[in-house]
């Protein structure tokens, strides 16, 4: 194999003191520039995401977009990826804008706040809508609307805790009361499950997982307008003007989805194909 891949916890803390640092990078500007250097590039990700990313029983990253990163480092010569977590979802957005990170990935899915200071792949790879998981016996929330006054638990930075916070101050005589915590999304629901929270609000594949792997088997709600939330599609980031990196990327994303290895991925994770059509 011609790479290394190595796994390192980072913390917000380190992200702050080594701000000013140049992450991976070495020649990250001029990727596959001709000059037969190999190109270090850094990942990070939350690593405890279910099924997406996470730390397996040997330590290891592993999940399907840790499969898909790994997939684009076998494929391009000229690039060497180091797979790092964050720990937590928040810390990825600071970390890119400082340079530590050259790409970021975690569920992330399409904001207008994000795309006017980060750079988005044109190529999602996954999709799955969000909605409202409220207990089997709740009988009294059936819309966002119902949760006004009620107890909701999210994940700083995240498109839903965005959403949330701009319809609070939108709503301000039907808050919803908010808590951030530090968990992955089948944690949040079975906080919910088991009556610590009201409801939630995540993408109905992270349902299935949660169901799967916990038991946890919540009431599914549409909601209206959800894509005012986030966008049903996935896509990995980069630096704002990093546009060779991503066209160079993108252009191995396009071949692994049109090959078929995307979905085969996909279905090794989740059990299904759950890749955006082309």
Not at 109 to 134: C, I, M, N
Request: charged content about 25%; glycine content about 8%; proline content about 3%.
């Amino acid at each position: 194999m011609k790479r290394a891949i190595t796994i390192a916890a980072v913390v917000m803390a380190a992200i702050l003191i080594n701000a000013c640092g140049s992450g991976g990078k070495e020649s990250v500007n001029a990727p596959g520039d001709g000059t037969g250097e190999v190109t270090k590039l850094t990942y990070a990700c939350p690593g405890k995401s279910a099924r997406y990313n996470f730390v397996n029983e040997e330590g290891e990253l592993d999940g399907y977009e840790i499969a898909i990163m790994k997939e684009v480092d076998q494929r391009l010569s000229d690039v060497t990826i180091d797979l790092i977590y964050t720990g937590e979802f928040s810390a990825l957005f600071p970390g890119l804008e400082s340079g530590q990170y050259d790409i970021i990935g975690g569920g992330i899915s399409w904001k207008q706040e994000r795309a006017d200071s980060y750079l988005y792949s044109e190529v999602p790879y996954f999709h799955s809508p969000t909605v409202l998981g409220v207990r089997q016996e709740e009988d009294n929330i059936k819309t966002i609307e119902d949760l006004a006054g009620k107890n909701i638990a999210d994940i700083a930075g995240t498109a839903q805790a965005m959403w949330l916070e701009a319809y609070n101050e939108e709503h301000p005589d039907q808050k919803i009361n908010i808590d951030y915590v530090d968990a992955s999304s089948i944690e949040i629901m079975n906080m919910v499950a088991t009556g610590r929270y009201d409801a939630c609000i995540h993408a109905a594949a992270d349902f299935a997982i949660a169901k799967q792997e916990l038991g946890v088997d919540l009431k599914l709600l549409d909601i209206e307008n959800a894509d005012e939330i986030q966008k049903p599609d996935s896509f990995y980031l980069y630096a704002k003007d990093n546009t060779e990196l991503q066209k160079k990327i993108d252009a191995v994303l396009k071949e692994i989805r049109d090959d078929g290895t995307m979905s085969q991925l996909c279905e090794k994770y989740f059990g299904m194909d759950l890749v955006p059509e082309h």
